[in-house]
Nanobody, 126 residues
Framework: QVQLVESGGGLVLAGGSLRLSCAAS????????MGWFRQAPGKEREFVAA????????YYTDSVKGRFTISRDNAKNTVYLQMNSLKPEDTAVYYC???????????????????WGQGTQVTVSS
């Protein structure tokens, strides 16, 4: 049984930073690409960032490029999302997800992910 547990969300002023963590268990973490998604109130869930199983490939949605960094520590079975220069429009529930297929490049579509965390709230105040 795969479990993904996010932490690190909270309330921050615009321009501030947060680091989200997602601890994984249940299958060989280092063999799966990981992604971060977010869902703002009244909006559909959207892709934020993804990182390949080896750490070699990273993808970001345009609105976070240059501000957010996804990384992973395979020894700790953890993926991170460092968020800098936060804006009010970054306010959302953030979810980490593990990709369905083993040893594949990271994907942007949520349908490529089969396990999800419970989400962590990020609120950016102006």
């Amino acid at each position: 049984q795969v479990q993904l547990v996010e932490s690190g969300g909270g309330l921050v002023l615009a321009g501030g930073s947060l680091r989200l963590s997602c601890a994984a268990s249940g299958r060989t973490f280092s063999s799966y690409s990981m992604g971060w998604f977010r869902q703002a109130p009244g909006k559909e869930r959207e892709f934020v960032a993804a990182l390949g199983w080896s750490g070699a490939n990273t993808y970001y949605t345009d609105s976070v490029k240059g501000r957010f960094t996804i990384s992973r520590d395979n020894a700790k079975n953890t993926v991170y999302l460092q968020m800098n220069s936060l804006k009010p429009e970054d306010t959302a529930v953030y979810y980490c997800a593990q990709q369905r297929e083993i040893l594949t490049i990271p994907r942007r579509s949520e349908y490529e992910y089969d396990y999800w965390g419970q989400g962590t709230q990020v609120t950016v105040s102006s």
